[in-house]
């Protein structure tokens, strides 16, 4: 299990556009990738793929979030998820 | 509407050629007319798409059909949720801007795997696909709204895409508005704010609801785009896809399958509506007398588009497209850059900036209470400084700093005051933000009866045409049933205006009384309001040609005379029937 923290960088936190891009990243990965707020149990993490999860997370700019994800590439591609989620996306 | 009947045979043997696919069924409607009511001004001819009803709710508990086993009910679900999610994406891309973002964010939820995993789980416990996908919509909707805020207002997304995914399985057309290569006559019940975003008006050439009235947004949509529209045609909803039909959004009327008049009325319209696109940027009455015509504008974008069309400044600055879709205030910074954008667009002309205006039909989660039992009646406008203070003071220093270094004539107006008190207290906020020119809205009937005390305190007055309908009449500006009450030609609403305006001469200083309302749009009601004695009007870019077309057909004592009739009128039909007789103009312009 390859797990990573990510701090928010989007000022309207984790949903609207920022939330748009970061599953549509999420979903051309061939590994399952779960997200949960930093401090919460890994049984209660959610499908980082759901833009209705991920909404529902409620991540504001600046909170910490934690991805996990198994297998082969894991930690390549959290380590690219993470650069997603700590860019300013709404600025772009 | 005379005149029609006439050319009767014509039609049935111009449409035997052109139609001779068509069902027997709408034969019978050959040469068949609707009247409503004429939101926007054109003569055009074309095919009907209608706009499906909203999707029929499957039946509570309802099973997998006999012989479907779960697996294959599972699998028509996650098809379905795929097409819709591809038709969305397909869209998205053609779409632009707004509509775009909308599009490509509810795209993504049609095939979410947190929806269809739970729609498969009521499927394997024996739910039919379309009640799965409905409950299972359902809950995370709620959860949605639960957590409030901009979360609350995805729920619709949500909700819209489960509509998509339940017609997809039953085989029906998508609810929304439909989507076409070639341009047509969108036909509806009516249209919501959220329509709009997906409203392509390359495709869409015209508007017509049987539901609806002068002030819906369907109306406000129409004159924003310039498209042709007529509201509350009772029975439009039973006109077939592909019907061709012929709509003048001046008169109200409908006729299907047109002849050879209404070719030649719809060509004539085509030539006059090019030459009306002109304004040479001086409203004027044929004896010189000056009108300055304005725009209502609700951003930098609209308000380089107004100065193009000629407008004479700003009649009216929406400053909630600042606010609007987001969940907290934005700073004074980002305030300040988005009104000098408008600002920059008129130097040396007056921009008439009108503080936020949240509540009601425009709720802000954090500033309005969403759970009012009557928000037309509540917590809006000027009203949500009494419940969240410092907003309001925050956006006057605001525009006090974007008008710092500008050339632009900055005037500041509170919506919703309905008390001379209040506008003393606005005019003090505004003396302390150092904004020189204070001024209020007139929506209220009780501040058109108070004129003169209100303009002891502020500088000027803005007649807001649509809410004091509304007011006046008691007659929500949404309920089609209600159309007929809700319109300015009403001879009570015209009164109010009177009263305004006499309060401003009680006065003693004739401080100025504009109409920045859908009123001034109408080119013969913009004469009756400068009948009336009102200065200035402001309107949507697209109308200031027309208006000052009209307006120069007449003398002040014409507009004067014209004003008294409607006034005196026994019904707004008989108002806007005798000025229009009396105004020729109309009928040639096809206005």
């Known amino acids: 299990m390859s797990e990573r923290t990510a701090v928010i960088a989007s000022r309207v936190g984790l949903h609207a556009r920022p939330a748009g891009i970061f599953v ?52 390549e591609a959290l380590d690219s998820l993470v650069k997603i989620l700590e860019t300013d996306l709404d600025a772009e | 509407m005379l005149g029609m009947k006439k050319s009767r045979t014509i039609v049935q043997t111009l449409s035997n050629s052109a139609d001779a696919s068509r069902a027997p069924a709408d034969a019978t409607e050959i040469g068949r007319t609707f009247a409503g009511i004429g939101v926007s001004p054109g003569r055009i001819i074309g095919p009907v798409l209608l706009m499906p009803a909203a999707v029929r709710e499957p039946a509570v508990g309802e099973r997998l059909a006999e012989g479907t086993s779960s ?79 901009y979360m609350a207002e995805r729920a619709t997304d949500v909700l819209d895409v489960r509509g998509r995914i339940v017609a997809e399985l039953r085989g029906v057309p998508a609810p929304g508005i439909p989507y076409s290569d070639t341009p047509f006559i969108l036909v509806a019940e009516d249209l919501a704010p959220a329509d709009t975003a997906t409203l392509d008006p390359a495709k869409v050439i015209a508007l017509v609801t049987s539901s609806g009235g002068p002030q819906s947004h369907t109306a406000i949509i129409a004159r924003a785009l310039g498209l042709p529209a007529v509201v509350a045609a009772v029975g439009v909803g039973a006109l077939a896809d592909g019907t061709r039909i012929f709509v003048d959004g001046a008169a109200g009327t409908i006729l299907v399958d047109p002849g050879a008049d209404e070719v030649a009325l719809a060509k004539a319209w085509e030539t006059s509506s090019a030459a009306l696109a002109v304004f040479d940027g001086t409203g004027r009455l044929k004896d010189g007398h000056l009108v300055p015509l304005l725009s209502n504008v609700g951003g930098a974008r609209d308000a380089d588009k107004a100065a193009a069309a000629g407008a004479e400044g700003v009649g009216l600055l929406r400053t909630e497209f600042c606010f609007l879709e987001r969940d907290t205030e934005p700073s004074i910074a980002e305030q300040v850059e988005a009104y000098r954008g408008v600002f920059d667009a008129f130097p040396g002309k007056k921009v008439v900036v009108r503080t936020l205006d949240a509540g009601a039909d425009k709720p802000l989660p954090f500033l309005t209470d969403a759970s009012e039992p009557n928000p037309a009646l509540g917590v809006r406008g000027y009203r949500t400084d009494f419940t969240s203070p410092g907003v309001l003071e925050r956006q006057l220093s605001a525009i006090a700093q974007a008008a710092e270094g500008t050339e632009a004539h900055v005037w500041v107006m509170a919506p919703m005051i309905s008390t001379a008190e209040e506008a003393e207290h606005f005019a003090s906020l505004c003396s302390a933000a150092g904004l020189a020119t204070p001024g209020v809205m007139v929506e209220v009937p009780s501040a058109a009866l108070t004129a003169a005390s209100i303009l002891e305190h502020v500088d000027f007055v803005s007649l807001g045409t649509n809410d004091l309908t509304q007011y006046a009449m008691a007659a929500d500006r949404q309920l089609g049933p209600l159309a007929a009450l809700n319109t300015p030609w009403q001879p009570a609403v015209l009164q109010l205006v009177r009263l305004t305006v006499n309060g401003s001469h009680d006065e003693g200083h004739d ?62 039909t008989d108002a806007r029937r005798l000025v229009r007789e009396k105004l020729p103009i109309l009928n040639t312009l096809g206005l």
């Open chain 2, 71 to 149: 697996e294959e009910a599972s699998a028509a679900l996650r098809t379905a949720a795929k097409a819709v999610q591809t038709d969305l994406t397909d869209r998205s891309i053609s779409a632009s801007g707004a509509g775009r973002e909308v599009l490509e964010a509810t795209a993504l939820m049609a095939n979410d795997p947190m929806l269809v995993k739970a729609a498969v789980k009521l499927i394997t416990n024996g739910a039919s696909p379309e009640r799965a996908i409905w409950d299972a919509a359902a809950s995370v909707a709620e959860m949605l709204h639960n957590l409030g805020g």
């Open chain 1, 24 to 75: 549509a990243a999420v979903g051309e990965l061939p590994i399952e990738v779960t997200i949960a707020m930093a401090g919460e149990p890994a049984d209660d993490a959610m499908d980082a793929s759901s833009i209705l999860s991920i909404m529902s997370l409620g991540a504001s700019n600046g909170d910490t979030v934690v991805l996990r994800a198994e297998g082969d590439g894991a930690d």
């Open chain 2, 511 to 572: 401080k100025p009384v504009g109409v920045c309302g859908e009123a001034a749009a109408d080119p013969a009601l913009a004469v009756v309001l400068v009948g009336l004695g009102v200065a200035t009007l402001s309107m949507t870019a697209r109308a200031l040609s027309a208006v000052a077309a009209v307006l120069a057909s007449v003398t002040l004592p014409e507009a004067q005379q014209l004003a008294k009739l409607a006034l005196t009128a026994h019904s707004a």
